[in-house]
């Protein structure tokens, strides 16, 4: 086995919290790479984190610059999908054959699990189970501020209303246990199925929804939650513009964004969205209405007089 395993480094903590959560992160490898490679027996592993702040040499012949700056870092889902393609480059070089047996974990950094946690994940993956995704607790507030859990569970909706057969046949479960925590894994031989475009915090949903799309098996583990997690940089603004990525991912209009939000509300009236939240998906439905009949009105032909 060959296995790649990246921690992307999202902090909002700064350059102080940044080095805690890179020094966090060696130390447990540092401490488990052996049993790692004795228990599952791996041939080779390359673990590293993503730091969207530095240059980085992603494989022998690729190497990306990144911004300096933390406020002007490179989206999440573009790291990640840059790490893949440049992981599949160093296959390649090898051996091509050998993405057959090669296997790619990714945990988020920014403290928001429990490193150990990788190892569950480890131990579904495999040719049977090519996609393995945590399960947070669904007791807890999967380590999130106030409200952004409960949007994920409307999000979690949203997939389970476009992909209802693919997840009551194939999973045979009727609801989702997760959809979004920042702990899975791929087989990287599967990965010319699944058409991953993320650029920003769109990529659990991503990979979900590619998968669901793609017919491919998909497990599920439970993972853990850090005892201690530092701030997320993921903004209320981001939430909308995940929405707009899933409604292009779904295939889903506006306006049938804003049925299944009503839906939604009615039948999990317990899980309470913000109003916020629920207006600005409103309002984009209704700044879409207005810019097609606009462009309505100016491609009419003129009157006869």
Same mark, same amino acid.
């Given at each position: 086995?060959?296995?790649?395993?990246?921690?992307?480094?999202?902090?909002?903590?700064?350059?102080?919290?940044?080095?805690?959560?890179?020094?966090?992160?060696?130390?447990?490898?540092?401490?488990?790479?052996?049993?790692?490679?004795?228990?599952?027996?791996?041939?080779?592993?390359?673990?590293?984190?993503?730091?969207?702040?530095?240059?980085?040499?992603?494989?022998?012949?690729?190497?990306?610059?990144?911004?300096?700056?933390?406020?002007?870092?490179?989206?999440?889902?573009?790291?990640?999908?840059?790490?893949?393609?440049?992981?599949?480059?160093?296959?390649?070089?090898?051996?091509?054959?050998?993405?057959?047996?090669?296997?790619?974990?990714?945990?988020?950094?920014?403290?928001?699990?429990?490193?150990?946690?990788?190892?569950?994940?480890?131990?579904?993956?495999?040719?049977?189970?090519?996609?393995?995704?945590?399960?947070?607790?669904?007791?807890?507030?999967?380590?999130?501020?106030?409200?952004?859990?409960?949007?994920?569970?409307?999000?979690?909706?949203?997939? !389970?209303?476009?992909? &209802?057969?693919?997840?009551?046949?194939?999973? #045979?479960?009727?609801?989702?246990? @997760? =959809? *979004?925590?920042?702990?899975?894994?791929?087989?990287?031989?599967?990965?010319?199925?699944?058409?991953?475009?993320?650029?920003?915090?769109?990529?659990?949903?991503?990979?979900?929804?590619?998968?669901?799309?793609?017919?491919?098996?998909?497990?599920?583990?439970?993972?853990?939650?850090?005892?201690?997690?530092?701030?997320?940089?993921?903004?209320?603004?981001?939430?909308?513009?995940?929405?707009?990525?899933?409604?292009?991912?779904?295939?889903?209009?506006?306006?049938?964004?804003?049925?299944?939000?009503?839906?939604?509300?009615?039948?999990?009236?317990?899980?309470?969205?913000?109003? !916020?939240?629920?207006? &600005?998906?409103?309002?984009?439905?209704?700044? #879409?209405?207005?810019?097609?009949? @606009? =462009? *309505?009105?100016?491609?009419?032909?003129?009157?006869?007089?």
């Amino acid at each position: 086995m060959h296995l790649y395993i990246r921690a992307p480094m999202f902090t909002a903590g700064g350059k102080e919290v940044l080095d805690q959560r890179i020094s966090a992160f060696y130390e447990w490898l540092k401490s488990k790479l052996r049993f790692l490679k004795s228990e599952f027996s791996i041939d080779y592993i390359q673990a590293k984190t993503i730091v969207p702040t530095l240059e980085i040499e992603l494989s022998g012949d690729v190497r990306v610059i990144f911004p300096k700056t933390y406020e002007h870092l490179v989206p999440k889902g573009l790291c990640v999908r840059l790490e893949l393609l440049a992981i599949l480059d160093e296959i390649d070089h090898r051996d091509l054959e050998r993405r057959s047996d090669s296997y790619f974990i990714q945990i988020d950094g920014s403290g928001a699990f429990n490193y150990d946690s990788i190892i569950p994940i480890l131990e579904k993956l495999g040719h049977q189970n090519p996609v393995v995704l945590g399960v947070r607790d669904p007791q807890s507030s999967w380590g999130m501020g106030p409200g952004r859990k409960e949007i994920e569970l409307f999000e979690k909706f949203l997939l !389970e209303q476009k992909y &209802s057969e693919q997840i009551t046949t194939r999973l #045979r479960v009727t609801e989702l246990p @997760d =959809a *979004q925590a920042g702990c899975w894994g791929i087989h990287l031989g599967r990965l010319k199925e699944l058409p991953l475009t993320a650029r920003k915090y769109g990529l659990e949903f991503d990979l979900i929804a590619s998968a669901l799309a793609a017919g491919l098996p998909i497990s599920f583990v439970n993972v853990t939650l850090a005892a201690v997690r530092t701030a997320s940089a993921f903004t209320p603004r981001d939430s909308l513009d995940k929405m707009k990525f899933i409604r292009h991912k779904l295939g889903y209009s506006v306006d049938e964004i804003v049925q299944l939000l009503d839906e939604y509300l009615r039948k999990y009236a317990e899980r309470i969205l913000s109003p !916020e939240y629920v207006t &600005s998906i409103r309002d984009q439905a209704s700044r #879409r209405r207005i810019s097609e009949f @606009d =462009a *309505q009105v100016i491609t009419m032909p003129p009157r006869d007089r």
